[in-house]
C-alpha cells in the first residue's frame, strides 16, 4: 500500500450547507452602477430567479482593490444567498485621493447608490434604513468609520459588522479615536491571519479596545496550515477571491501582485464567508448566532482536510 504524501492531501471543499456553504437560493447576478471613478459605486443584486425582497449588504474595498474582481467570489457568494451588495469606490489611484477623505468619498458613493435603491429600480425590495457593513483592509477600518457615525453621515443603521484584517498603514488620521458610537446591539467581529504581513496586528487589537460597550463582538484570528497540497497562508490576502468575471480593468502593482500571490482556498468558506453568513442571519433572521460567536467548534472549525485531520483551527482573542 502506497504511503500518503502531502501532495495526496486536499484543502476542505465548500460546505454544502450552512454559514459558508453552498446551498444557494439564487442561481445568477446581475450589476448596475457606474464605476469609473472615486466616489462611484457599483452593486450586485440576485437573479435566476430575482427575488421579491433582499438584504442590504455595504462591502468595503482594501487599498488598491478597487477592482470588484479581487473580492468577486465573496461578494458573488452574499449575493446568491439573498443579498444586494453595494461597493463603493474611494480610490482614484493608489495616490489620489488622500486617505484622510476615503470615508467621506465611501459615504457619497453608497448614497448614489441608495438613491438608486430607492427608485425600485431593481424590482427589488430592500430596506434602506438598514445594513451590513463588511470590509477587508483600509476598508475594514472605512466600514468601521462608517458604522460608528452613520447618523451623521445619513447612512443605513449598522445591523451587523465584519471588519477583515482592518489596517490603514501610517494613515493613523484615517481612524477613528474610538469606536464607542457604533449601535451597543450590533454584532461585531474582527478578524486577523496569523501572517498577516501587510498591516500591523496591533492595529485591530486598537480598534477592538474602543469597542468594549458592543453587546456581542469579539476578536479572532486564523492560522497558517501546511499540513496539505495547497498551503492555508493565514496571509493578507486570504479574503480574496478573484474572479474574471468581475474584472472592471482597474489595474495597478498591487493589485497584480496581490492577484498573483493570491488563490482561492479554504479560508474563504471557513473563516469570511462563514462569518459574513452567520451575522447577517443573525441580523435579518436572528439564527446562525452560534456560527459567529461563542467558542464552540462551529464558530472556531476550519473544516477537514480531505485525509480527516482538521485544520488548525481559529482563535478567539478577545
Known amino acids: 500500500m502506497s504511503k500518503t504524501t502531502t501532495l495526496d492531501i486536499l484543502q476542505p471543499e465548500q460546505p454544502l450547507s450552512g454559514p459558508g456553504g453552498s446551498a444557494y437560493s439564487y442561481d445568477s447576478y446581475a450589476s448596475l452602477g457606474e464605476y469609473k471613478d472615486s466616489k462611484d459605486w457599483i452593486l450586485y443584486y440576485p437573479t435566476g430567479p430575482k427575488p421579491k425582497k433582499a438584504r442590504l449588504l455595504i462591502f468595503v474595498h482594501g487599498y488598491a482593490q478597487a477592482n470588484p474582481a479581487a473580492y468577486g467570489g465573496w461578494i458573488r457568494h452574499h449575493v446568491r444567498k439573498g443579498h444586494v451588495?453595494?461597493?463603493?469606490?474611494?480610490?482614484?489611484t493608489l495616490w489620489t485621493p488622500y486617505p484622510s477623505q476615503y470615508t467621506k468619498h465611501s459615504t457619497i458613493a453608497i448614497k448614489k447608490a441608495l438613491e438608486r435603491l430607492k427608485l425600485n429600480t431593481l424590482g427589488i425590495e430592500v430596506d434602506t434604513s438598514q445594513a451590513l457593513y463588511y470590509g477587508h483592509s483600509f476598508g475594514a477600518v472605512i466600514a468601521a468609520n462608517l458604522s460608528a457615525q452613520y447618523e451623521q453621515l445619513e447612512l443605513p443603521k449598522p445591523i451587523g459588522l465584519l471588519l477583515a484584517q482592518p489596517g490603514h498603514g501610517i494613515f493613523l488620521s484615517s481612524r477613528l479615536e474610538s469606536y464607542h458610537t457604533i449601535p451597543k446591539e450590533t454584532p461585531t467581529l474582527i478578524i486577523t491571519g496569523e501572517h498577516d504581513g501587510v498591516v500591523a496586528p496591533e492595529i485591530a487589537e486598537e480598534m477592538y479596545s474602543t469597542m468594549s460597550h458592543l453587546q456581542n463582538k469579539q476578536h479572532l484570528i486564523h492560522f497558517a496550515d501546511s499540513h496539505g497540497k495547497q498551503k492555508l497562508k493565514a496571509d493578507h490576502g486570504a479574503p480574496c477571491y478573484?474572479?474574471?468575471?468581475?474584472?472592471?480593468?482597474?489595474?495597478?502593482?498591487?493589485?497584480?501582485?496581490?492577484?498573483?500571490?493570491?488563490?482561492?482556498?479554504?479560508?474563504?468558506?471557513?473563516?469570511?464567508?462563514?462569518f459574513g453568513d452567520a451575522l447577517s442571519d443573525l441580523a435579518y433572521d436572528s439564527s446562525s448566532g452560534e456560527y459567529a460567536f461563542g467558542g464552540s467548534e462551529k464558530q472556531l472549525s476550519m473544516g477537514y482536510w480531505s485525509d480527516g485531520k482538521a485544520v488548525k483551527p481559529m482563535q478567539i482573542l478577545g
Do not use: S
Not at 451588495?85 to 482614484?92: A, C, E, S, T
Not at 498591487?254 to 462563514?274: G, H, S, V
Open 85 to 92: 451588495v453595494i461597493l463603493p469606490r474611494y480610490q482614484n
Open 242 to 274: 478573484y474572479l474574471n468575471e468581475f474584472d472592471l480593468k482597474l489595474y495597478n502593482p498591487m493589485y497584480l501582485l496581490a492577484r498573483m500571490l493570491t488563490e482561492p482556498n479554504a479560508e474563504n468558506y471557513f473563516c469570511y464567508w462563514k
